[in-house]
């Protein structure tokens, strides 16, 4: 019996109907506070869907307004461009600038990020193209396993030799195929109910064993735009030999199988492609350790180096990757970085003209710490009391106590390093330190948490100085 509720289902906004202002409000159910960055974000983003409509001969020539966010480690540079990502199902890259080296220099190369942006985009079309393939994958996998579990009838035709007719006669073909068949469906029924899953079976599999091959080189194999597997996969397929299985593993190793003929991956890597080149989005994190200028001696003598072989990259380039050529020229380019000893004028003029956009992120107060641990979605009380209610105990906190967190947060940000809202983490970890520990086995089993018990479990610790850089 269908029961019909009063009301409407809203549905979900596909990110194309989406104004900046709805994008904001998006954002706002994962990071608190920081108006001017999402903002700055939204619009980017709206852009983005803006140029798709422009006549391609316009659309060329419209070039994504890369952003630099400075603030201060833990106020939402990172979750921002992360959320943003998510929302409009974007190849999206986090990567460290300090991780790469100047040309000549031994250590990770600049384009190798757009070849790692590349795999990511590879995997996500590769996903999309499985669910669409998923339900006709699944029935092929169903039959091949019924015509292992219950093979086929061959032909048993009769031939009467006395008759001067030589045509086959059927001893009642009809009822043979309906018995067979309703005997099929029963196994059918039992396979997808799962009672057949521990059930062995013989398989043929054909294995696949790749040679271990080393190149001497400043980039690894994949990044020298080389697909070893594809090259060679034929010469060493391996020898098909037969294997016993679980009908459960069976079916999974047969999935794969029909994932792989019915997925076309060179149309996969297109799409990849152009997905990177239209919708990609790098988040180029700590680029204000790369923006000192050259010292001339010390570990810190590519920093400029490093910024000019970025430059292309952001400006517009075409970099070779094993799936084909990838530009870069609508990549969508997120920086982020304290700035607390350089500042963004250090960085060479030439990146910092592809870095139109600058929004500076606020420092995180009392209130808004109060606010993170209770606003966003998943946030950080929520977080701990659903953990502990798998194993049946009930964490319930005072609005004094959550004042009383904030006010340590805020204070031990204070007195030793600025990390903003990471703080609240380390915090909350020794405030449910006895409680995590003991688990299962604590009594009672709610747990009542006020402004008493946070002050009884973190003064002491707070008061130290010393202490409280080890710990918090």
Same mark, same amino acid.
């Given at each position: ?6 009301? @409407? ?34 619009? &980017? ?13 316009? /659309? ?11 603030? *201060?480690?833990?106020? !939402? ?14 190849? =999206?890259?986090?990567?460290? &600038? *300090? ?28 996903? +999309?193209?499985?669910? +669409? #393939? ?14 292992? $579990? ?7 035709? %009769?031939?009467? =030799? ?33 009672? %057949?899953?521990?059930? $062995? ?8 064993? =790749?040679?271990? #091959? ?7 194999? @994949? ?53 990177? @080149? ?5 988040? %180029? ?16 003598? *590519?920093?400029? !180096?490093?910024?000019?072989? #970025? %430059?292309?990259?952001?400006? !517009? ?18 920086? /982020? ?7 963004? *004028? ?10 139109? #956009? ?20 998943? /946030? ?17 906190? /005072? ?10 947060? &805020? ?5 030793? +390093?600025?990390?903003? &809202? ?51």
């Amino acid at each position: 019996m269908v029961i019909y509720l009063a009301g @409407e289902v809203d549905e979900e906004i596909r990110l194309d109907d989406m104004t900046p202002r709805q994008i904001v409000a998006e954002l706002d159910k994962h990071v608190v506070g920081q108006r001017n960055a999402k903002r700055a974000v939204a619009v &980017a983003l709206r852009n983005r869907i803006r140029r798709q409509k422009l006549p391609p001969e316009m /659309a060329v020539d419209v070039m994504p307004k890369n952003i630099v966010m400075i603030g *201060s480690t833990g106020v !939402g540079k990172t979750e921002i461009a992360r959320r943003l990502a998510r929302m409009s199902d974007s190849p =999206f890259l986090k990567v460290e &600038a *300090s991780k790469f080296t100047e040309v000549g220099y031994v250590g990770r190369d600049v384009e190798s990020m757009i070849r790692d942006l590349t795999e990511i985009s590879i995997d996500m079309t590769r996903q +999309e193209k499985i669910e +669409e #393939i998923a339900e006709k994958a699944e029935l092929n996998v169903e039959e091949r396993i019924l015509d292992i $579990l219950l093979p086929p009838p061959r032909s048993s035709s %009769l031939y009467d =030799f006395d008759s001067s007719s030589q045509e086959p006669i059927e001893p009642d073909a009809g009822a043979r195929d309906e018995q067979f068949h309703r005997s099929r469906e029963k196994f059918r029924t039992q396979l997808r109910s799962g009672k %057949l899953d521990n059930r $062995l079976i013989e398989l043929e599999v054909r294995e696949k064993n =790749f040679p271990v #091959i080393e190149l001497a080189g400043p980039q690894g194999v @994949e990044e020298m735009g080389i697909n070893m597997k594809d090259m060679l996969g034929n010469l060493f397929q391996g020898r098909s030999k037969r294997r016993k299985l679980r009908v459960d593993e069976a079916m999974e190793h047969l999935m794969q199988e029909e994932e792989e003929r019915l997925i076309d991956m060179d149309q996969v890597a297109r799409a990849a492609i152009e997905r990177v @080149e239209s919708a990609g989005i790098i988040f %180029l994190d700590e680029i204000d350790k790369i923006a000192g200028r050259e010292s001339g001696h010390g570990p810190d003598i *590519s920093r400029e !180096g490093v910024q000019r072989d #970025i %430059l292309p990259i952001v400006e !517009g380039t075409t970099v070779n990757t094993r799936y084909g050529m990838v530009k870069t020229d609508h990549i969508l380019f997120v920086a /982020a970085g304290a700035f607390h000893v350089s500042k963004p *004028s250090d960085l060479i003029p030439e990146l910092q003209g592809r870095f139109p #956009i600058r929004v500076e992120l606020d420092s995180l107060t009392v209130e808004d710490f109060k606010r993170i641990l209770t606003e966003p979605k998943n /946030a950080l009380i929520k977080q701990y009391q659903a953990m502990m209610e798998t194993e049946g105990v009930t964490i319930e906190f /005072a609005p004094d106590a959550i004042d009383a967190i904030a006010n340590f947060a &805020a204070r031990v940000n204070e007195n030793t +390093e600025n990390i903003g &809202a990471r703080r609240l983490q380390t915090i909350m970890e020794k405030l449910l330190e006895e409680i995590s520990f003991e688990g299962p086995d604590l009594q009672p089993k709610h747990q009542h948490i006020d402004a008493k018990y946070v002050e009884d479990k973190l003064l002491e610790t707070v008061k130290d100085q010393d202490l409280s850089r080890y710990i918090l």
